[in-house]
C-alpha cells in the first residue's frame, strides 16, 4: 500500500498536466464545430481536392465531417497520439526509473516480493490513466452537448472516446516490457516519443494502403471510428489482439523483472 500511494503521488503532477492537456484539446477542438459546420459545403469541396491517400492517412472522411462524430472522430487522431505519449510515459518509466534514480536496490530490501512491486506500480499508472479518461470523457461531453447544435449518437461518442483507453493500455504494457528489458533508460521521454511517432507514421501508413494486416501492428489503427460510428461496436479481431498483447507484455514483464539481477547504479 506504501508503494502504492507512493507511485500515486509521483504521477499526480504527470496526470494533471496531461488530462488538462488533453481536456484544453478537446475543447479547442469541438469549439471549432459550429463555425466548420456552417460552411460544410465549402470545406467538404475543398478536402475533396486532397489526395485520397492524404485523407486516408489523416482519417479525414469528406462524407461525414460535416457531423459532430465526424469531426470528433478527425480530431481524435490527434487526441490518441497525445494520449498514447502519456501512456507511453508511464509505462516506460515504471521500472526503469528505479535504475535511474539509484533506488532499486532500496525498495527491493522492503518486506515484498518483485511481484508485488509490479503489480502496485502497473495499479497506480491504471489509476492515473483511469483519472485522465473520466475527465476527458466528461469533458467530450459537455462540449459535444454545448456545439452539437441538436442531437447526435451518443453511444458512437462514447465508444470512440473510450478507445483512447484502450489505447493508452496497449501502450503501457509496451512501456513496460522496454522497461524492464532496458531499465537504464536515461531519457524516458526521448524512448516514448520515438516509439509513438514510429507507431502513429505506421498508421498512417496503414491508413493509406487500406492494409488490414499492417493495422495490427500499431495500436492507433486498432479502433476504427468509422466502423464503431455504422456499427456502434469494435472490431472483434482487434480487440482479442489488443488483450492478447496487454497480457503477454505484463506477464513478459513479471517474468522478466522476477529472473533479471537488479542494480542501483
Do not use: C
Request: glycine share 4%.
Amino acid at each position: 500500500m506504501n508503494i502504492f500511494l507512493h507511485e500515486l503521488k509521483a504521477y499526480r503532477k504527470s496526470t494533471i498536466i496531461w488530462t488538462l492537456s488533453l481536456v484544453a484539446l478537446v475543447v479547442l477542438f469541438l469549439s471549432m464545430f459550429p463555425s466548420f459546420s456552417k460552411d460544410a459545403e465549402e470545406f467538404k469541396k475543398l478536402l475533396e481536392g486532397f489526395p485520397v491517400e492524404l485523407r486516408k492517412a489523416i482519417g479525414l472522411s469528406v462524407e461525414s465531417i460535416a457531423t459532430l462524430i465526424g469531426f470528433f472522430s478527425y480530431t481524435f487522431l490527434y487526441l490518441k497520439l497525445a494520449g498514447a505519449i502519456q501512456a507511453m510515459n508511464l509505462g516506460t518509466s515504471i521500472l526503469s526509473k528505479e535504475t535511474r534514480e539509484k533506488t532499486a536496490d532500496f525498495l527491493l530490501t522492503k518486506p515484498v516480493t518483485r511481484a508485488q512491486v509490479v503489480t502496485t506500480k502497473l495499479l497506480a499508472a491504471l489509476v492515473s490513466l483511469f483519472i485522465t479518461n473520466i475527465v476527458f470523457i466528461a469533458a467530450t461531453f459537455v462540449m459535444a452537448s454545448i456545439v452539437a447544435g441538436g442531437d447526435f449518437n451518443k453511444e458512437a461518442l462514447f465508444l470512440i472516446a473510450i478507445s483512447l483507453f484502450f489505447i493508452q493500455l496497449m501502450f503501457m504494457a509496451l512501456g513496460t516490457i522496454i522497461s524492464v528489458i532496458f531499465p537504464r533508460i536515461k531519457s524516458v521521454i526521448s524512448v516514448s516519443l520515438g516509439t509513438v511517432f514510429g507507431f502513429f507514421m505506421l498508421g498512417m501508413i496503414s491508413s493509406t494502403t487500406d492494409d488490414k494486416a499492417l493495422r495490427y501492428l500499431t495500436p492507433f489503427n486498432y479502433f476504427d471510428s468509422t466502423y464503431i460510428t455504422e456499427n456502434s461496436s469494435y472490431e472483434t479481431s482487434f480487440i482479442i489482439s489488443g488483450v492478447i498483447f496487454v497480457i503477454a507484455a505484463v506477464v513478459a514483464s513479471y517474468y522478466l523483472y522476477a529472473k533479471k539481477d537488479v542494480h542501483s547504479v
